[in-house]
């Protein structure tokens, strides 16, 4: 299995980015799937999650009704819609695949692959 992200970029504040995770492998639409963020110095955060069937979504308060998290299983994709950026969301980006799906979205830890991520900077 092998994740790959892009979109990433610099933007100003208040514009809007669309992030893609390309995945491969046969039992993609199997997976719950997220993106987190890790900004320099700081741990790696959760910032959207969706199940396998896209179904259910889930954000970290910081980011609720800005970002917008998707999937499209027949393409193997997933997607993260960001608007009304904020320096503050400034980061490396990162889309993951969840091991198990009654597992809490939140903790990296309960993810078995990785992208390599994506720079977003948002500058003030």
């Known amino acids: 299995v092998q994740l790959q992200a892009s979109g990433g970029g610099l933007v100003q504040a208040g514009g809007s980015l669309r992030l893609s995770c390309a995945a491969s492998g046969r039992t993609f639409s199997n997976y719950d799937m997220a993106w987190f963020r890790q900004a320099p110095g700081k741990e790696r955060e959760f910032v959207a999650g969706?199940?396998?069937?896209?179904?259910?979504?889930y954000y970290a308060d910081s980011v609720k009704g800005r970002f917008t998290i998707s999937r499209d299983n027949a393409k193997k994709m997933v997607y993260l819609q960001m608007n009304s950026l904020k320096p503050e969301d400034t980061a490396v980006y990162y889309c993951a695949r969840k091991r198990g799906r009654y597992s809490d979205y939140t903790r990296p830890y309960e993810y078995d692959y990785w992208g390599q991520g994506t720079l977003v900077t948002v500058s003030s």
């Open positions: 969706i199940s396998w069937g896209g179904g259910n979504t």
